[in-house]
Nanobody, 126 residues
Framework: QVQLVESGGGSVQAGGSLRLSCAAS????????MGWFRQAPGKEREFVAT????????YYLRSVKGRFTVSRDNAKNTVYLQMNGLKPEDTAVYYC???????????????????WGQGTQVTVSS
């Protein structure tokens, strides 16, 4: 298991940008596929993006593709989610999650990820 701590959430107006960070503990960060999920009030937690262990492959929810970018720095044990062109419907608590090798970056079910952060709130106003 790896411990995860998100940061970088906040309140922005529509069209604005935020960069979320997720810091991981442990020496095996590079063996994890990392994912971002979000949960809006009254809704199920949904997949947003994943990134492979080396960062060479990424996968996105269709509605955020082209606006959000997931990246990672294995030397810093950190994964990022750059969010541009934010919309009110992006408002949610955002969570990072880790899936330990062997794990495909194409997996999007929350049940497949073994470690979770506590979440960070993102609020986008119109």
């Amino acid at each position: 298991q790896v411990q995860l701590v998100e940061s970088g959430g906040g309140s922005v107006q529509a069209g604005g940008s935020l960069r979320l960070s997720c810091a991981a503990s442990g020496r095996t960060f590079s063996s994890y596929v990392m994912g971002w999920f979000r949960q809006a009030p009254g809704k199920e937690r949904e997949f947003v993006a994943t990134i492979s262990e080396t960062g060479g492959n990424t996968y996105y929810l269709r509605s955020v593709k082209g606006r959000f970018t997931v990246s990672r720095d294995n030397a810093k044990n950190t994964v990022y989610l750059q969010m541009n062109g934010l919309k009110p419907e992006d408002t949610a608590v955002y969570y990072c999650a880790a899936g330990q090798h062997p794990f495909s970056f194409l997996r999007t079910r929350r049940e497949d990820f073994g470690s979770w952060g506590q979440g960070t709130q993102v609020t986008v106003s119109s």
